[in-house]
Nanobody
Framework: QVQLVESGGGLVQAGGSLRLSCAAS????????MGWYRQAPGKQRELVAN???????TYADSVKGRFTITRDSAKKTVNLQMNSLKPEDTAVYYC???????????????WGQGTQVTVSS
C-alpha cells in the first residue's frame, strides 16, 4: 500500500517562503502525476501545482511565478517551493499522487494527511 508523507508546513509572515516535501513509501508501484492541492476553511480543495513523469508542470494561476514544483522520480518525492507568500495562501496543503500498481495494473488516487500553511499579514 502506498503512503504519502508530507512535511514542511508552518507559520510564516507575508512575503516569506516555505518549502513543502512529500515522499511516497511502499513497494510495487509507479507514479505518473504527483502534486499538491490545498483547501482553505469554507472552500473547496483546489489544485496548486502538479508534475507529470513526462516533465510537464501545471500551476494554478494564483501561484504562477511564486511557487515552483520539483520532483525526484527515482526517490518518489515531490517538493513545492513557495515564495512571496500571501495571507490568501493559508490552507491545508495535501500531497496527491496518481499511482499505478505494478501487480494489479490498476490506477489509484492517493492523498497525504495534509500539512497546515498559515501566512500572517
Amino acid at each position: 500500500q502506498v503512503q504519502l508523507v508530507e512535511s514542511g508546513g508552518g507559520l510564516v509572515q507575508a512575503g516569506g517562503s516555505l518549502r513543502l516535501s512529500c515522499a511516497a513509501s511502499g513497494s510495487g508501484f509507479s507514479i505518473n502525476i504527483m502534486g499538491w492541492y490545498r483547501q482553505a476553511p469554507g472552500k473547496q480543495r483546489e489544485l496548486v501545482a502538479n508534475t507529470a513523469r513526462s516533465g510537464s508542470n501545471t500551476y494554478a494561476d494564483s501561484v504562477k511565478g511564486r511557487f515552483t514544483i520539483t520532483r525526484d522520480s527515482a526517490k518518489k518525492t515531490v517538493n513545492l517551493q513557495m515564495n512571496s507568500l500571501k495571507p490568501e495562501d493559508t490552507a491545508v496543503y495535501y500531497c496527491n499522487a496518481d499511482v499505478l500498481s505494478t501487480t494489479s495494473l490498476r490506477w489509484s488516487d492517493v492523498w497525504g494527511q495534509g500539512t497546515q500553511v498559515t501566512v500572517s499579514s
